[in-house]
């Protein structure tokens, strides 16, 4: 009876101090009924990388994941929530090793994980764009993991896909991912986590690249979320000079929530991050849910928040550089964005109007989007990929090890999906558009083996010329 009153009081615990999860209805995000804003940090250098947003913060521990060292996830979360904030973003991670103690950590200290389901391998590329049956069975092993984890605040279908003013094309590949993602999500009854997409700033796009994603007939294929990547408030500007003015005017009305996924310029000397007064003002915080600011750990560009003793393994207890630190804390603290409850908000806004083809924009209106074999999809629905048990100790000095080790164990947990999706190695199929998708890798390991055999040698060359 004391063993069974013991397990109960240890249940009712777990139960209280889970978060509620987030979700989006018109252009707006709540939890438990209340209006939901981001304040966030970006946190990217070679072997760890930060983003928190909606009072949030961009997270990457190890170019591989950053979930992983649960003693230093508990370190950073903390120094994260001295500061207010309530969410990380976090670009990439390993499906195959355990990330409960990191999860828990940021829920504990009351904060959301926003994760990319790509890696710089299976990403959608504008140069080369594609969306095939491996890169979907690659986001859904990630989705698979974590979609489990109530402090999950949302996905991202991609980040910067499209950077440059011709990258267009690209974009309906993004809007085809996306849809197969929702899909995916429902057909395996998984409850509704946001799905959104991460842009680039660039004026020849604005407003097409946010109106494509979110335009159409349905919800089903396109964003939940739109986060622009924006430097243009620097040093001494204002509201109207540092362009703010603009993204407002072409965000007023959007359908969908809209924040700064990457913001924070920096011209040397002490930062005072007056742009948050403006994004959570009463001129832009009723269109917009937050920012995520650039960044976490200080690098050779001076942009971080905090420094770690053990160099560029960015390991041990962060320490505040200030006063821009404290700088931070005392904005997030001043502002105090309008709110609504959730029962009280009734939203109209309808959906934009797809932009036709222009000189600056490559899309003509609703495309039609470029389709996987169905036989093979409902496949590898039938088989997703199960999360392998926490490791034996909560903390890894060499993440890298330990990450392999224990994908040595579970490798027969994705046999099922490795069958799938192995044999389309070879498959060129055209979608609906006329599109030609070639599958992204070419060799003859599963597809599976291949990500993992290429997972840190992109990742360490991404995160180098990030």
């Not at 001295?82 to 390993?94: E, L, P």
């Not at 990191?102 to 299976?122: E, H, P, Q, R």
């Not at 994603?213 to 000079?241: K, M, P, R, V």
């Not at 060799?443 to 990030?466: D, K, Q």
Request: glycine content about 8%.
């Amino acid at each position: 009876m004391l063993l069974f009153a013991v397990l109960l009081a240890l249940f009712a615990a777990n139960i209280a101090s889970a978060l509620p999860t987030i979700s989006v209805k018109g252009a707006k995000f709540f939890a438990s009924g209340q209006q939901f804003y981001l304040k966030g940090m970006l946190f990217a250098p070679i072997f760890r990388w930060i983003l928190l947003i909606i009072i949030g913060v961009a997270y990457q521990g190890t170019p591989a994941d950053p979930l992983v060292d649960t003693n230093q996830c508990q370190l950073d979360a903390a120094s994260m929530q001295a500061i207010g904030t309530n969410s990380i973003r976090v670009y990439h991670v390993d499906p195959y090793v355990n990330h409960d103690g990191c999860m828990k950590a940021f829920s504990d200290a009351g904060i959301y994980v926003w994760l990319d389901l790509d890696t710089f391998n299976t990403t959608v590329v504008q140069t080369d764009q594609q969306w095939t049956l491996e890169q979907f069975a690659a986001f859904a092993l990630v989705m698979d993991v974590f979609q489990g984890y109530d402090n999950i605040g949302g996905f991202w279908i991609g980040n910067e896909v499209i950077n440059t003013a011709s990258g267009s094309p690209a974009a309906p590949y993004v809007k085809a991912a996306t849809a197969d993602m929702k899909s995916y999500m429902a057909a395996k009854k998984y409850r509704t986590i946001p799905i959104g997409y991460s842009a680039a700033d660039i004026a020849e796009l604005r407003p097409m690249l946010q109106n494509y994603l979110a335009c159409g007939d349905t919800q089903d294929q396109s964003i939940d979320f739109f986060g622009l990547n924006s430097y243009e408030w620097c040093g001494d500007a204002t509201y109207a000079t540092s362009g703010y003015s603009n993204l407002q005017a072409m965000a007023e009305g959007y359908s969908i929530p809209i924040f700064f996924s990457e913001t924070g310029c920096n011209v040397g000397g002490e930062r005072t991050f007056q742009d948050q007064t403006a994004i959570f003002g009463s001129g832009m915080a009723g269109t917009w849910s937050g920012s995520i600011i650039y960044e976490w750990v200080q690098e050779t560009n001076d942009y971080g928040l905090v420094t770690y003793p053990g160099g560029g393994i960015y390991t041990g207890a962060p320490t505040p550089i200030q006063p821009d630190y404290n700088n931070l804390q005392t904005v997030w603290k001043s502002v105090d964005p309008p709110a609504v409850q959730e029962a009280d908000y009734s939203p109209s806004l309808v959906a934009p109007a797809c932009p036709s083809a222009s000189a600056g924009w490559a899309v003509n209106g609703n495309v039609p989007l470029p389709t996987l074999g169905s036989g093979s999809w409902n496949n590898i629905v039938a088989s997703s990929f199960s999360p392998p048990p926490p490791a034996t100790t909560t903390s890894s000095s060499n993440p890298i090890s330990s990450s392999t080790s224990l994908a040595s164990k579970y490798t027969s947990t994705s046999a099922a999906l490795n069958s799938v999706v192995s044999p389309l190695s070879a498959e060129v199929s055209t979608g609906s558009s006329g599109m030609i998708r070639t599958p992204l890798l070419h060799s003859t390991l599963p597809p599976s083996l291949e990500l993992r055999s290429l997972y840190l040698p992109l990742c360490i060359f991404g995160a180098i010329v990030h």
